[in-house]
């Protein structure tokens, strides 16, 4: 048996087959068994059709055989295509031969059953269809990342995952053993990424993130995906205006390549579209507070914004939005102040619409040696473990700033989940680390 003679499900549901034999295999998505035929849904990496198998075709035993076999047995079949308008798909398999290849005996999933449940069974229900086009859809969304960069002159680098010290403060840093002191897993590349840019001007990298978040939330996970991006030269705008155009190009990309995916999922697509057109609005922190508070929102200048704030000012806004200028000590110690006011940073973040919060934190970095020593100081780090950062700041120090984009929030957002966990395979999440 050669490779080729196995042919993609969705090969078939294109029609151009019908009359055809044609063999195909895959897993057991749904079954039935009425008197002596069997019609059996069999679902590969491309999709889900019918196949028919009939005691007067294929022989009593492979019909008795699927009254008994579990959901997800692994099979092969080969037979003639059929157009079929009641199938699902619009065409089915009669089949003249039919195999199975792997059994499986009491499927453990078999709809209904709780989340705890379906978290600690995350390696059988990863199989269903509608993960796998969640997956698909990631991974359009990380090949459009990169190829926007990549397309744009961005020299991708790879920084480390263990670090020696905080980029995004200590609360949500995770300590692990490293030989004989402790070392941390990475917040952010972006400290490093910084080094970087002195000798390759503009770079990018796609690592893994880790947060100790404290609670469990609906768009925090402990490991996320991290596309950053950092270069020489530019300041807030210009990296705003690549924030907008990543955004921009990565949903058109999706929309493009993971159209039926997104619709089978239910995903209202008028409102993604949206977001293809640049630029995007932009509004001050200032901005925002009044806003929140002519709608009743009880908040102050100074306060953070939560996912309620964020939603409410969401409402404004059909495609995603800039919120600038925050006050300092709501961020980072890294980030450049206003020379026009310092009570605020030159820092943004990128709000997807429809309620979906923060996808995006930038900023211009600041670049020079006695603020940022004064910065790191009010923050309250030790300026012992930022002597390497600081020394960017003594030799040859440029105007330079970046972003940070999270995948899955992004990923949450395109695909309109109400969770994030499900935007990745295996969710790390206070309480569980499992599988
Ligand atoms: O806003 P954050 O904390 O910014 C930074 O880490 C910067 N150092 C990035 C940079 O400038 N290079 O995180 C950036 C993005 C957020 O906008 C959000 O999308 C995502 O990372 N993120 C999370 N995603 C999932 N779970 C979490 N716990 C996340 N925390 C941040
Ligand atoms: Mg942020």
Redesign the pocket.
């Known amino acids: 048996m050669t490779q080729n003679k196995w042919i993609p499900i969705a090969s078939v549901l294109q029609g151009e087959l019908v009359g055809r034999t044609v063999c195909i295999r895959g897993w057991i998505y749904r079954r039935s068994v009425v008197g002596g035929k069997a019609f059996v849904r069999i679902r590969d990496s491309t999709g889900v059709i019918q196949v028919v198998v009939d005691r007067s075709r294929v022989g009593a035993r492979a019909v008795k055989e699927l009254k008994d076999i579990g959901l997800e047995a692994s099979v092969e079949a080969c037979g003639t295509v059929v157009e079929q308008p009641r199938a699902p798909g619009g065409y089915e398999i009669h089949a003249d031969r039919f195999n199975i290849i792997g059994y499986s005996r009491d499927f453990p999933i078999k709809g209904g059953e709780g989340l705890e449940y379906l978290l600690d069974n995350r390696h059988l229900v990863l199989r269903s269809p509608r993960y796998a086009r969640l997956m698909k859809i990631k991974h359009t969304i990380l090949r459009a990342g990169r190829e926007y960069f990549i397309s744009n002159g961005w020299w991708e680098v790879t920084p480390p995952i263990l670090t020696a010290s905080a980029?995004?403060g200590g609360a949500?840093l995770f300590p692990v053993k490293y030989f004989e002191r402790t070392a941390y897993l990475s917040?952010?590349?972006?400290?490093y990424?910084e080094v970087l840019i002195y000798s390759l001007e503009k770079v990018w990298s796609l690592t893994p993130?880790f947060?100790a978040?404290k609670s469990r939330t609906r768009?925090?996970?402990?490991e996320?995906w991290?596309l950053?991006?950092?270069a020489a030269w530019y300041n807030m705008d210009d990296m705003m205006r690549v924030s907008e155009e990543l955004v921009s190009y990565i949903v058109e990309k999706t929309l493009e390549e993971r159209r039926r995916d997104l619709e089978e999922i239910g995903r209202n697509l008028d409102t993604l579209k949206q977001a293809v057109n640049t630029p995007y609005p932009r509004i001050r922190y200032d901005e925002a507070i009044e806003i929140l508070q002519t709608k009743g929102v009880n908040i102050e200048w100074g306060a953070d914004l939560g996912a309620d704030e964020e939603r409410v000012l969401a409402i404004e806004f059909e495609q995603p939005f800039f919120i600038t200028h925050f006050p300092k000590e709501i961020k980072?110690f890294?980030m450049k102040l206003d020379p026009r006011d310092d009570r605020v940073v030159l820092g943004f973040?990128?709000l997807a619409p429809e309620g979906y919060g923060?996808?995006?934190?930038?900023?211009e970095r600041e670049d020079d040696y006695e603020a940022l020593l004064k910065r790191i100081v009010e923050n309250g780090l030790n300026p012992e473990d930022y002597k390497w950062y600081l020394d960017l700041r003594r030799y040859g120090s440029v105007p330079h700033s970046?972003?940070?984009?999270?995948?899955?929030?992004?990923a949450m957002w395109i695909a309109g989940l109400n969770h994030?966990r499900d935007t990745i395979p295996f969710p790390r999440f206070r309480g569980r680390i499992y599988p």
């Open positions: 980029c995004e949500t917040q952010s590349a972006q400290l990424l993130s947060r978040e768009r925090h996970l402990a996320y991290h950053e991006a950092e980072s890294y973040d990128l923060e996808i995006i934190g930038g900023s970046g972003f940070g984009l999270g995948i899955e929030r992004l994030i």
